[in-house]
Antibody, heavy 121, light 107 residues
Framework: QVQLQESGPGLVKPSQTLSLTCTVS??????????WSWLRQPAGKAMEWIGH???????SFNPSLGSRVTISRDTSQNHFSLKLTSVTAADTAVYFC?????????????WGRGTLVTVSS | DIQMTQSPSSLSASIGDRVTITCRAS??????LNWYQQRPGTAPKPLIH???NLQSGVPSRFSGGGSGTDFTLTISSLQPEDFATYFC?????????FGQGTKVEIK
């Protein structure tokens, strides 16, 4: 059974960098044709796709976040990470990691439970 | 970017009711539309992919339809465990976008 678990600080100061890790169990992030993605959901708003890292290592990001986003991975730990720089209050949200099945259908078939990140001084 | 609009934003229904939720895309996305269920504090659960294909293990009371710009998620007979928030997601093109969600509450 594949499981994903987000971890990282729940409070980040404005202008600093938000860093989260998604630890995967039950599957290898380098195996198969999966994408490993990050999403977020501000309170009362729609889910927003942040980006993903492919099992082969390539990445893709939402242009709305510009150059602030980095997604990387540690294959020895079987986890992937999100870094979002220069955060503001608008980046306050529940952050989710998820596995994506299918480049065409892009269905998020396994999700983490999410972690709340608040940007505040 | 493709905008996804769901309606209603919330609804109240009783056990056994038939419930339909609508999702509209701002451009033609053919059948590249997925549906998810989200209960508070738990991971979102995939329900339907490619507009009408039931995810493995999802009860048959859930069904999806539509193509182009207009899509529906129907629960044929609402059960207690179905009270949750439902949201759609287009997979036609990046950046992949989501509806704002429909909260199904107990009447």
């Amino acid at each position: 059974q594949v499981q994903l678990q987000e971890s990282g600080p729940g409070l980040v100061k404005p202008s600093q960098t938000l860093s989260l890790t998604c630890t995967v169990s039950g599957d290898s992030i380098t195996f198969g044709s999966y994408y490993w993605s990050w999403l977020r959901q501000p309170a009362g708003k729609a889910m927003e796709w942040i980006g993903h890292i492919y099992s082969g290592g390539s990445t893709s990001f939402n242009p709305s976040l510009g150059s602030r986003v980095t997604i990387s991975r540690d294959t020895s730990q079987n986890h992937f990470s999100l870094k979002l720089t220069s955060v503001t209050a608008a980046d306050t949200a529940v952050y989710f990691c998820a596995r994506v099945f299918g480049a065409v259908t892009y269905r998020l078939d396994v999700w983490g439970r999410g972690t709340l990140v608040t940007v505040s001084s | 970017d493709i905008q996804m609009t769901q309606s209603p934003s919330s609804l109240s229904a009783s056990i056994g009711d038939r419930v339909t939720i609508t999702c509209r895309a701002s451009k033609n996305i053919r059948t590249f539309l997925n549906w998810y269920q989200q209960r508070p504090g738990t991971a979102p659960k995939p329900l339907i992919h490619s507009a009408s294909n039931l995810q493995s293990g999802v009860p048959s009371r859930f069904s999806g339809g539509g193509s182009g710009t207009d899509f529906t998620l129907t629960i044929s007979s609402l059960q207690p465990e179905d009270f949750a928030t439902y949201f759609c997601q287009q997979s036609f093109s990046s950046p992949y976008s989501f509806g704002q969600g429909t909260k199904v509450e107990i009447k």
